[in-house]
T-cell receptor, first 113, second 116 residues
């Protein structure tokens, strides 16, 4: 498999900013995805990076550095509903196809009032 | 509305029994995937299919089987050879080829399988 590392747990308070890091080691890198998953529910797509730099989407931003094998998800103005697991997934090219995703174990974020 | 439907939501398996989890999508996606999620773990790929009548093993295919006879459907059978089947099973789909290069996988609501 691929080495995808992210912290197991993080906590923050409402209104704050939190950064969730993800490091990876892979050949044939073909994109990195962030998903949010509430307990017992399906993951929902948050962001996609394939080139270096920052992608901003409302309160959520995601950054990628391909040379460092590093990404982060930045959540601003935290709300209680942001308490969830955040999954980092790397896509690896397979021949001429897009390839499949490799998921990290997820970071469980708890937002306190 | 377009989406992915998994059924049933909860499933119980007896010893020595095969059970089949259903996954149907009406998103016109070429690729479909089955993942297993255990508590505190990420998603692990069981099988995936990029096109009808073709599928590949993922990282943990032993004890599972799939078929892809229709574009819309990708059922997963958990056989009696899978000795630890208790888990949350997620089905996903996506576009394939160049059309899917920046498109995410979309997930169903999952099936929770337990052993009786």
């Amino acid at each position: 498999g691929q080495n995808i590392d992210q912290p197991t747990e993080m906590t923050a308070t409402e209104g704050a900013i939190v950064q969730i890091n993800c490091t990876y080691q892979t050949s044939g890198f073909n994109g990195l995805f962030w998903y949010q998953q509430h307990a017992g529910e399906a993951p929902t797509f948050l962001s996609y990076n394939v080139l270096d730099g920052l992608e901003e989407k409302g309160r959520f931003s995601s950054f990628l550095s391909r040379s460092k094998g590093y990404s982060y998800l930045l959540l601003k103005e935290l709300q209680m509903k942001d308490s969830a697991s955040y999954l980092c997934a790397v896509r690896r090219r397979r021949g001429s196809t897009l390839g499949r995703l490799y998921f990290g174990r997820g970071t469980q974020l708890t937002v306190w009032p | 509305d377009g989406g992915i439907t998994q059924s049933p939501k909860y499933l119980f398996r007896k010893e020595g029994q095969n059970v089949t989890l259903s996954c149907e999508q009406n998103l016109n996606h070429d690729a479909m995937y089955w993942y297993r999620q255990d508590p505190g773990q990420g998603l692990r790929l069981i099988y995936y299919s990029q096109i009808v009548n073709d599928f590949q093993k993922g990282d943990i295919a032993e004890g599972y089987s799939v078929s892809r006879e229709k574009k819309e459907s990708f059922p997963l059978t958990v056989t009696s050879a899978q000795k630890n089947p208790t888990a949350f099973y997620l089905c996903a789909s996506s576009l394939a080829g160049t059309r899917g290069s920046n498109q995410p996988q979309h997930f169903g609501d999952g099936t929770r399988l337990s052993i009786l």
